[in-house]
């Protein structure tokens, strides 16, 4: 008997809704890799449930991707968006509604996987209640992050202890980079068991389609010299720090230089005070006739942006993966980035691209003109940057390794009362409970 195809598994991403349009307000990298990761492992033979928040009437309750992949939304609060710093308060609902999900279907699952500091205390829950094993991936540190912003949110306190309990008491945690398991270490605690599995990304997808190929479907001069941004319009990204390396490029006036923004939603939505502000510091440095902000990419013609830019910029401030860096690297296109988080992982400088100090205009400047005078070098960097995807990086590989950790975890024999196998505990006692 293959027991691969007895395994059930939920990813549990309550604010990062895996079956969305990835690139506006909240949806960024996390929905695309509890998609991606729930995708690959049911190819693999896994059944794979998918839960998250329901935020709008219109949408369907539960979505299938595959047959053995499927979307559930839950409710918790309102059916309505609601920021993910206001959404702790709804988590109690959620793990109700989870655990009726499960009652009305009949089975419990033996572990979950949960993605984001919300979800793993919605995971904490079900390992109390139920004896779930939890895997746990934090997608982005409260530690690190809170020292990237100004103002601290109210939340702050509440996510630096729920991450910390995790980190503690989760059977294990997934680490996407060795930088991010240090950050966990350094900052959050010694103790707990990490694995490092990297993020991935769709090796045939991105790079399937050459530079001029791809300037000619988009109808960008194939003379150009395009600097391409993609990713949500949040103030941690730092286009800002973009547009103004941009802005003093030795190539500004050449007539040749291109900015394309990519992402972001239309007017009126909660990421637009971003938008507008990058806009007006567009407009300020004189910069409109040679920039777009086509908004929303759809990952059907982003390969395409990918292919066609000479250089793609991650300048966040703060990156615990980074998925735009390897789906341009997929691409053949050198990124340059910060020198934090996950990009000092994916980005191998003067190798795949270049690394520059976050916030540093001048030398995000530098990095994107070394580049962009250098056509032959721009092509070994991408060529580089391809094979370092393939190797390292591809959605099939990462979810092979996260396959081999949960059965590993699920082989294991329960050490404590907390780790019993749950198919042992009667479901009129979990109900009760
Ligand atoms: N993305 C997209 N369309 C857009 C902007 C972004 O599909 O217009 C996708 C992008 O391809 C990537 C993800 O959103 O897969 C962003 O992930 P990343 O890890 O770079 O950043 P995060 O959003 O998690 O901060």
């Keep these: 008997m293959n027991s691969r195809t007895e395994q059930r598994i939920a990813l549990i991403s309550v604010h990062g809704d895996p079956a969305v349009e990835i690139g506006k307000e909240e949806a960024g990298g996390q929905n695309v890799y509890v998609r991606q990761v729930g995708e690959a492992l049911a190819k693999l033979g896994w059944q794979v449930e998918m839960f998250t928040r329901k935020v709008s009437v219109e949408q369907q309750t539960i979505v299938q991707h595959s047959p053995n992949c499927r979307t559930i939304r839950l409710e ?78 109210l939340i702050a306190s509440t996510r630096l202890a729920v991450e910390k309990q995790v980190l503690e008491t989760a059977k294990r945690i997934v680490a996407t980079s060795p930088q991010e398991k240090e950050h966990m270490r350094s900052l959050v605690s010694t103790k707990g068991s990490i694995d490092i599995i990297p993020c991935g990304t769709d090796i045939t997808q991105f790079g399937c389609i050459d530079r001029q190929a791809a300037r000619a479907l988009l109808g960008i001069d194939p003379e150009a010299k395009l600097v391409l941004y993609v990713g949500r319009f949040d103030p941690r990204k730092g286009i800002e720090t973009l547009v103004r390396a941009v802005g003093e490029s030795q190539f500004r006036g050449s007539e040749k230089l291109q900015l394309i923004i990519g992402g972001g939603s239309r007017p009126g939505h909660s990421d637009g005070m971003e938008r507008d502000r990058i806009e007006n510091i567009v407009a300020e440095l004189g910069m409109n006739d040679f920039t777009t902000l086509p908004g929303r990419l759809s990952q059907e013609i982003l390969p395409y942006y990918y292919a066609a830019a000479d250089v793609c910029v991650v300048p966040s401030h703060y990156e615990p993966f980074g998925l735009v860096a390897i789906e341009a690297m997929a691409s053949k296109t050198p990124v340059v980035a910060s020198d934090v988080g996950g990009l000092q992982f994916t980005v191998v400088p003067e190798k795949t691209g270049l690394l520059a100090a976050p916030q540093d205009v001048a030398a995000f400047s530098c990095a994107i003109d070394r580049i962009l005078a250098n056509p032959q070098w721009r092509d070994e960097l991408g060529q580089a940057a391809r094979k370092r995807v393939e190797t390292k990086f591809s959605w099939e590989g990462v979810a092979s390794q996260l396959a081999q950790l949960y059965t590993k975890l699920l082989q294991e024999k329960p050490k404590d009362k907390n780790q019993e196998s749950p198919e042992g505990i009667p479901r009129e006692a979990i109900l009760a409970s």
Excluded: C
């Design 76 to 153: 918790a609060g309102a059916v309505e968006f609601v920021p993910r710093d206001n959404l702790f308060g709804y988590l109690p609902e959620f793990v109700d509604n989870f655990l009726k999900f499960q009652q009305e279907n009949g089975f419990v699952y033996p572990l979950v996987h949960t993605n984001y500091w919300l979800s793993s205390w919605v995971g904490m829950q079900l390992k109390e209640i139920q004896g779930s094993q939890q895997v746990h991936t934090y997608h982005s540190l409260g530690a690190v992050k809170y020292n990237t912003i100004d103002t601290i949110p």
